[in-house]
């Protein structure tokens, strides 16, 4: 499995961005999710996906950012909206299937950077 997140970059708060994520090698019954991390900070829950097109969100950015996704492409994309300085962090992709066999992949990360 790979997972390649894209998108990232230098924002200003209120702002607008969209991340997307390519993945290869996935199984069905995968679960494709966005989490990010900010210096100092335990990586966090954004947003998430399942084969089945149900979607979920963390409490942090419900109602600003939307998560889709193009199973006949295998991409995830999350917009983000009315961006925060506190939404500044390294935003990484991951799939997860817990049917055997079961995995946890993440890829590389993109930065988001929401200046004030």
């Known amino acids: 499995v790979q997972l390649q997140a894209s998108g990232g970059g230098l924002v200003q708060a209120g702002g607008s961005l969209r991340l997307s994520c390519a993945a290869s090698?996935?199984?069905?019954?995968?679960?494709l999710g966005w989490y990010r991390q900010a210096p100092g900070k335990q990586r966090e829950f954004i947003a998430s996906v399942t084969s089945g097109s149900v979607t979920d969100y963390g409490d942090s950015v419900e109602g600003r950012f939307t998560v889709s996704r193009h199973n006949g492409l295998n991409t995830l994309d999350l917009q983000m909206s009315n961006l925060k300085p506190e939404d500044t962090a390294v935003y990484y992709c991951?799939?997860?299937?817990?049917?055997?066999?079961?995995?946890?992949?993440w890829g590389q990360g993109t930065l988001v950077t929401v200046s004030s």
């Open positions: 090698g996935i199984l069905g019954a995968t679960t």
């Open positions: 991951r799939a997860q299937r817990k049917m055997t066999p079961a995995y946890t992949y």
